[in-house]
C-alpha cells in the first residue's frame, strides 16, 4: 500500500492511508490482509507522533467496497468455504453490516478528500471509521 501525502496551504503535509474493517477485527481468511491493515493503522499513528506538527497522518477504516478487487474475491470465497456467491455477499461480506450494500469507491474518496481539507486538521494519527457498523457487531 502506497500513501498518499498532500501538502495544505498551511504548509503541513498530510498522508492518508486506506484501512478496512480488517484493521479494528480478524475474520477467516484473512489473516495476512489483516496484519496489514493493522499495520497501516500504526503506521499513521506513527507517522503523526513522529511528524513534529509538520505531517499529519491518518487511515480510513471501510466496509467492503465496490471495486473489482473485491468482487473478484467473491467466487474464491464461495468456492472456499462451500456456500453461493450471493451466500458470500450476504452473509460473509455484509452479514454484520448494519448497513446491506458495499460503500461505492465515491463514498470512500469523499472521505479522503474531508480528512486532507483543513476541516480535519486535528484528525493527527487517528482513524476515520466508516465500517457501517461491522466492528460494533462482530
Known amino acids: 500500500v502506497i500513501p498518499y501525502m498532500k501538502k495544505n496551504r498551511d504548509g503541513i503535509g498530510v498522508i492518508g492511508n486506506i484501512g478496512s474493517v480488517h484493521s479494528h477485527i480478524c475474520t477467516l481468511n ?3 490482509y489483516a496484519m496489514a491493515k493493522f ?3 500504526a503506521l499513521s499513528q506513527s507517522i503523526s507522533a513522529e511528524g513534529e506538527g509538520k505531517v499529519r497522518s491518518f487511515s ?3 466496509p467492503y467496497v465496490d471495486t473489482p478487487l473485491v468482487l473478484k474475491q467473491i ?3 464461495a468456492k472456499t468455504r ?3 456467491e450471493q451466500q458470500v455477499v ?3 461480506m455484509l452479514g454484520r453490516s448494519r448497513v446491506k450494500e458495499m460503500m461505492t469507491t465515491t463514498e470512500a474518496a469523499n472521505i479522503f478528500m474531508f480528512s486532507f481539507s483543513q476541516h480535519a486538521r486535528f484528525l493527527v494519527g487517528g482513524d476515520m ?6 466492528v460494533l457487531t462482530y
Do not use: E, L, W, Y
Not at 471509521?129 to 461491522?134: K, N, P, V, Y
Open 60 to 62: 480510513v477504516t471501510t
Open 75 to 77: 467466487p474464491h470465497q
Open 129 to 134: 471509521m466508516f465500517d457501517a457498523g461491522m
Open 90 to 92: 450476504q452473509d460473509v
Open 82 to 84: 462451500n456456500i453461493t
Open 30 to 32: 484473512k489473516s495476512a
Open 39 to 41: 499495520g497501516i493503522r
